[in-house]
């Protein structure tokens, strides 16, 4: 749903595809999701209809192994509506060189630990929160090393615990960045009302400026980035 007409006259712009956590919806992540788009940013949340909140059935957890895939082609299909005169308020919208993935949870896991044969050459950076696996310790799969990557988690989330987060910070290839939020859960901070909403949108929102959207400067180097009390910041650029 689109509350103001999109900013064609300013495009094209870069893209984010968020992914929801297992048993969730898009529609959890609007306040997140519109901080971005506020920014400058075309933000495309899919639903994964077998592994969300209204799964016939319930949730399937193996579907997230699809979700590689299936973001893919929301990307395809984007990029195509963009590229067409046809494509309606997206025509025209998108900077098909500067693509960004967001995952939570589950959603997370499925695109950050992704085979190589499902792996999107398009994307350009990473921002994982609250991730819940540590399969990638297997060696079955493999994730984007050289990419930029952003790395969220509440150190009281008992759905995921934080050092699942911690692990695959210190295996990343810089540039890297941890944002760890201090006495949060697993998933209330992506909502507006949480007092730790602020320091992820901004943390998250400064790390799409420079690594989407080639803005100079450091993530870190803005105030809102960490605030203390709610939330730390360890970025790390080479």
């Given amino acids: 749903m689109f509350d103001e007409s999109p900013a064609t006259a300013s495009g094209p712009f870069p893209l984010i595809v968020l992914a929801h956590d297992l048993g969730s919806t ?13 920014a400058g940013f075309v933000v495309a949340a899919p639903s994964f209809p077998l592994s969300d909140a209204y799964a016939p059935g319930g949730p399937n957890g193996s579907d997230t192994a699809n979700h590689p895939k299936d ?48 792996l999107d050459e398009r994307i350009d950076a990473l921002t994982v929160m609250s991730l819940g696996t540590n399969e990638y310790k297997s060696g079955a799969v493999e994730w984007p090393q050289n990419r930029p990557l952003l790395v969220v988690h509440g150190d009281a989330d008992v759905v995921a615990p934080k050092m699942l987060s911690d692990d695959i910070f210190a295996a990343a290839s810089a540039p890297k960045g941890l944002l760890t939020l201090l006495g949060v859960d697993h998933d209330s901070y992506i909502v507006r009302s949480s007092p730790a909403f602020a320091v992820t949108a901004a943390t998250t929102t400064d790390f799409w400026r420079i690594y989407l959207d080639g803005a100079p400067g450091t993530v870190g180097s803005v105030s809102g980035d960490f605030v203390p009390g709610v939330a730390t910041l360890t970025f790390i650029t080479d």
Avoid: K, Q, T
């Fill in 26 to 38: 898009p529609a959890l992540y609007g306040d997140l999701a519109a901080a971005w788009a506020g």
């Fill in 71 to 118: 973001v893919s082609a929301v990307i395809d299909r984007i990029l195509e509506l963009s590229a067409s005169d046809d494509g309606g308020i997206l025509a025209g919208m998108i900077d098909s060189s500067s693509v960004g993935i967001a995952g939570h949870g589950a959603g997370a896991a499925a695109l950050l630990f992704a085979n190589p044969c499902c």
